[in-house]
C-alpha cells in the first residue's frame, strides 16, 4: 500500500522547536522529491521545502530559510523537516506530498503549485502560541 504518513505536530511556544516526519512506503523512494506544504485557514496551501532524494538538493520559502532544515534519511524512507524559532505565522496544517524527480525535471524545477503529485500525506497540525 502506497503512504505518505506525517507524523510530529503539535502545540508548541513561540521560539520552540518541532520536528515533523513523512514516512514514505509503496513507492521507489529514491525517484521521488518530497515535499512539505502548509495551509492555514482561509489561505491556500503553500510550498514550504522540499528535498530530492536521488541528488540532495533542497529549497526553502523566504519565510522559514534559517529556521527549517529538510533532510531525508534514505535507509528509512522518511523526510524530517525540522523547524526552529517557530513563530505563530507558522500556524497551519503542514502536508507531504511526493513528485517524481522525472516530473520535476521535465517541466522545470521549483514550480511546486504546477507539478502533479502522486501521493498526499494526510497532514499535521503545528500551532504556534506567542
Known amino acids: 500500500e502506497v503512504q505518505l504518513v506525517e507524523s510530529g505536530g503539535g502545540l508548541v511556544q513561540a521560539g520552540g522547536s518541532l520536528r515533523l516526519s513523512c514516512a514514505a512506503s509503496?513507492?521507489?523512494?529514491?525517484?521521488?522529491?518530497i515535499v512539505w506544504f502548509r495551509q492555514s485557514p482561509g489561505r491556500e496551501r503553500d510550498w514550504v521545502s522540499s528535498?530530492?532524494?536521488?541528488?540532495?538538493?533542497?529549497g526553502y520559502v523566504d519565510s522559514v530559510k534559517g529556521r527549517f532544515t529538510i533532510s531525508s534519511d534514505n535507509a528509512k524512507n522518511t523526510v524530517y523537516l525540522q523547524m526552529n524559532n517557530l513563530k505563530p505565522e507558522d500556524t497551519a496544517v503542514y502536508y507531504c506530498?511526493?513528485?517524481?524527480?522525472?516530473?520535476?525535471?521535465?517541466?522545470?524545477?521549483?514550480?511546486?503549485?504546477?507539478?502533479?503529485?502522486?501521493?498526499w500525506g494526510q497532514g499535521t497540525q503545528v500551532t504556534v502560541s506567542s
Open positions: 506530498a511526493a513528485v517524481s524527480d522525472f516530473i520535476v525535471r521535465a517541466i522545470g524545477s521549483n514550480l511546486w503549485s504546477k507539478y502533479e503529485y502522486d501521493y
Open positions: 528535498i530530492s532524494n536521488s541528488d540532495g538538493s533542497t
Open positions: 509503496g513507492f521507489t523512494f529514491d525517484d521521488y522529491v
